[in-house]
């Protein structure tokens, strides 16, 4: 059973940094693959980024690469995404997912949190 809970949203100025939590309070979180993905005002839910089920390997949608950074406590079962240099276009609500393998495609994420909004002022 996977069940994931976001927290660290958060309203932010231009260029300033947030980091966000997802735990996961099942127990198969260090056999999943974790995900963030973001779903903005009017707009379809795209991929963030992605990590493999031991951390070592990770994927980013182009325009977060280089600012965004995830990775992933699997004794504690929490992964994290930190954010930096954000810009009013990353505002949007935040959302954990877990999936079993394939950590560098967004697709077949099968688990999901609630969400955590981010708000980025200029």
């Known amino acids: 059973q996977v069940h994931l809970v976001e927290s660290g949203g958060g309203s932010v100025q231009a260029g300033g940094s947030l980091r966000l939590s997802c735990v996961d309070s099942g127990r198969t979180f260090g056999s999943n693959v974790m995900g963030w993905f973001r779903q903005a005002p009017g707009k379809e839910r795209e991929f963030v980024a992605g990590i493999s089920w031991g951390g070592s390997n990770t994927h980013y949608a182009d325009s977060v690469k280089g600012r965004f950074t995830i990775s992933r406590d699997n004794a504690e079962n929490t992964v994290y995404l930190q954010m930096k240099s954000l810009k009013p276009e990353d505002t949007a609500v935040y959302y954990c997912?877990?999936?079993?393998?394939?950590?560098?495609?967004?697709?077949?994420?099968?688990?999901w949190g609630q969400g955590t909004q981010v708000t980025v002022s200029v």
């Open positions: 997912a877990a999936k079993f393998y394939g950590y560098d495609d967004h697709r077949g994420y099968a688990y």
